[in-house]
């Protein structure tokens, strides 16, 4: 069975840093692209960042360019998102997603969200 | 960027019944168009990928069409499982933007 298992929620302050973490298994984590998508409270998903199989290329959205950085490590069959000076409409649940294999879409499998909330 | 429209925001329906939700996008994306099912505390879960493609697992009550800037999703006959909420996603080209949501209530 296939899981996508991410860290636990957490509470920052605003101008703060933060690393996710998503960690698989149950698949080949190696052979297709990894996402990040976010859902703000009350608000609809939004997709956040997107990594190559390789760590070669990665891709942003507007609201998080310079400032959250996607990275991968395929030994550990991990994702992360490293994200730094956060601000309050930062705060959502994160999902990590993975697409079929050898493919960048569509999001096939999804994990269970890590909550993340800034606040002074 | 390409801009997805997603309508009605909101639908009330019973069980048994045929529902549809419409996605148009700004320019042309082809079929490359998602759907996806989302429930509190639950992972997304997606449904429907290039437009019309059932994903595994999926009851066949659900269904997608369209291609070009229009498409829809369709439920045939309403399960208690199905009231949740759907997004359509289009994935042609960056920024992937998602539609608004619909919220699938029960009447």
């Known amino acids: 069975e296939v899981h996508l298992v991410q860290s636990g929620g957490v509470v920052v302050h605003p101008g703060g840093s933060l690393r996710l973490s998503c960690e698989a298994s149950?698949?080949?984590?190696?052979?297709?692209?990894l996402h990040w998508v976010r859902q703000a409270p009350g608000k609809g998903l939004e997709w956040v960042s997107l990594i190559t199989w390789d760590g070669g290329r990665a891709f942003y959205a507007d609201s998080v360019q310079g400032r959250f950085t996607i990275s991968r490590d395929n030994r550990k069959d991990s994702l992360y998102l490293q994200m730094n000076n956060l601000r309050p409409e930062d705060s959502a649940l994160y999902y990590c997603?993975?697409?079929?294999?050898?493919?960048?879409?569509?999001?096939?499998?999804w994990g269970q969200g890590t909550l993340v909330t800034v606040s002074p | 960027d390409i801009q997805m429209t997603q309508s009605p925001s909101t639908l009330s329906a019973s069980v048994g019944d045929r529902v549809t939700i419409t996605c148009r996008a700004s320019q042309s994306i082809s079929t490359f168009l998602a759907w996806y099912q989302l429930k509190p505390g639950k992972a997304p879960k997606l449904l429907i990928y290039q437009a019309s493609n059932l994903e595994t697992g999926v009851p066949s009550r659900f269904s997608g069409s369209g291609s070009g800037t229009d498409f829809t999703l369709t439920i045939s006959s309403l399960q208690p499982d199905d009231f949740a909420s759907y997004y359509c996603q289009q994935y042609k080209s960056y920024s992937y933007k998602f539609g608004q949501g619909t919220k699938l209530e029960i009447k």
């Open positions: 149950g698949i080949t984590f190696e052979d297709s692209a």
């Open positions: 997603a993975k697409p079929p294999q050898s493919s960048s879409w569509p999001l096939e499998y």
